[in-house]
């Protein structure tokens, strides 16, 4: 299964964007989903995730201004960013949780100040 990332750009904090994680094949329905970043030099870690029935779960520093859904018919994971900030800066993944698919080359996200 191949996950491509995309909707990464620059922006003004306060922004938004709107990144999306499509799959060669439909994955979504037996695995939770997640969002990444990572910022060169740390490790990689877990923004966001949605289960099959749709449960989502937040990293504390994104609750309240990102959120994750997906279209299973599209087989496409989105995640909606507001209120974007500059330590938002990174490269977003996608990948199930816990990982278990290829990593692909992700989408950079940069937030200017």
């Known amino acids: 299964v191949q996950l491509q990332a995309s909707g990464g750009g620059l922006v003004q904090a306060g922004g938004s964007l709107r990144l999306s994680c499509a799959a060669s094949r439909n994955i979504f329905s037996n695995n939770i989903m997640g969002w990444y970043r990572q910022v060169t030099g740390r490790q990689r870690e877990l923004v966001a995730s949605?289960?099959?029935?749709?449960?989502?779960n937040y990293a504390d520093f994104v609750k309240g201004r990102f959120v994750i859904f997906r279209d299973i018919a599209k087989n496409t994971v989105y995640l909606q960013m507001n209120s974007l900030k500059p330590e938002d800066t990174a490269v977003y993944f996608c990948?199930?949780?816990?990982?278990?698919?290829?990593w692909g080359q992700g989408t950079q996200v940069t937030v200017s100040s």
């Open positions: 990948n199930t949780y816990p990982s278990i698919m290829d």
């Open positions: 949605i289960t099959r029935s749709r449960v989502t």
